[in-house]
């Protein structure tokens, strides 16, 4: 059995050595452990600093890629290398790296696929309260729309099988946080979460370093995969309500015909044939989009098999 650390790294030169120190070369269930950095674009000395530390292997990106691309490349890195059992972290040492065999032993108990390192984000004095209701906030969005119980969305300290690691797949640029999550709950693996530990804080958060943008780049995100992955029922959900409001639209003109007062409403009837016929539209594109989610399952399947 093979576990591989994988750290995502953008210009962490200052806390990657603090980061890799701490982390384990042997954990139990494991005959190898190795690290593995993503270096995305750093203009600093981060891969210096990696070589020093003996990192095991390096991914370098020539241009700033962001952390959802730098994520997915580590997977299929780490997968090239035949991990069996892949731990995400972060390069400024949030994450107690003595948790680890928490995170990992779900998966060789075989009780998970997925597990996701729970924060004690209430107790955690560095986050102020608007972090702390975003990410609560962030987390609840995430577990209607996967059907987990992931109490900590936004973590990144992460440990995936390498079955379930061939099957992600992200979409959008910002981060793999609340996607993978999803994407995982609409797979029907089997995901869970155990409580970690957390360190002082070495540096601001780079994805929170403006809480407007962060609110709306994760809004955006949220609805992408929502089009992505529950394509059929939001673009239907969406057709029965504009049909709906231009059938009552038509009836309440056929009630007034019926009582003499039909005349005054001719605009009921234009705007009951513009929303039932958006409404008709958008059922026609639920179905386009389904046989193009349909399309998207064949071609990860296909993605899949290239590990194997």
């Not at 995400?88 to 994450?95: G, I, K, L, P, R």
């Not at 943008?213 to 994760?218: F, G, T």
């Not at 992408?224 to 504009?242: D, E, G, H």
């Amino acid at each position: 059995m093979k576990l591989i650390i994988q750290i995502p790294c953008y210009n962490e030169a200052e806390t990657l050595a603090i980061a890799l120190g701490a982390l384990p070369r042997e954990v139990e269930g494991f005959d190898c452990v190795e690290w593995l950095i993503i270096n995305d674009g750093s203009i600093d000395d981060t891969v210096k600093v990696a070589k020093a530390c003996g990192v095991d292997h390096i991914v370098n990106f020539k241009h700033n890629q962001g952390l959802a691309k730098g994520f997915m490349a580590g997977l299929k890195e780490c997968l090239a290398q035949g991990a069996d059992v892949i731990v995400n972290t972060d390069a400024d040492n949030q994450y107690e790296a003595d948790d680890i065999p928490k995170l990992t032993q779900p998966i060789i108990d075989g009780k998970a696929e997925y597990v996701i390192g729970a924060r004690p984000i209430s107790q955690t004095e560095h986050f102020s309260p608007a972090k702390k209701f975003l990410q609560k906030l962030g987390s609840w969005v995430v577990r209607k729309a996967s059907q987990t119980d992931i109490p900590d969305a936004p973590s990144g300290f992460r440990a995936i099988s390498r079955e379930c690691a061939m099957q992600l797949n992200v979409y959008n640029n910002y981060t793999y946080t609340l996607e993978t999550i999803i994407q995982a709950g609409q797979k029907n693996m089997v995901i869970t979460s155990v409580p970690i530990r957390t360190n002082e804080d070495l540096r601001p958060s780079k994805l929170l370093s403006s809480i407007p943008n962060y609110i709306k780049k994760s809004v955006v995100t949220i609805v992408r995969i929502s089009v992505v992955y529950k394509s059929f029922q939001l673009f239907m959900s969406i057709a029965a309500i504009l049909f709906s409001l231009g059938f009552l639209l038509g009836l309440r003109y056929v009630y007034f015909m019926f009582t003499g007062d039909g005349e005054g409403h001719t605009q009921s009837v234009i705007l009951a044939g513009v929303l039932m016929g958006m409404g008709f539209q958008t059922g026609l594109i639920a179905f386009i989009a389904d046989l193009l989610s349909v399309n998207r399952k064949l071609l990860e399947e296909i993605k899949m098999r290239e590990y194997n």
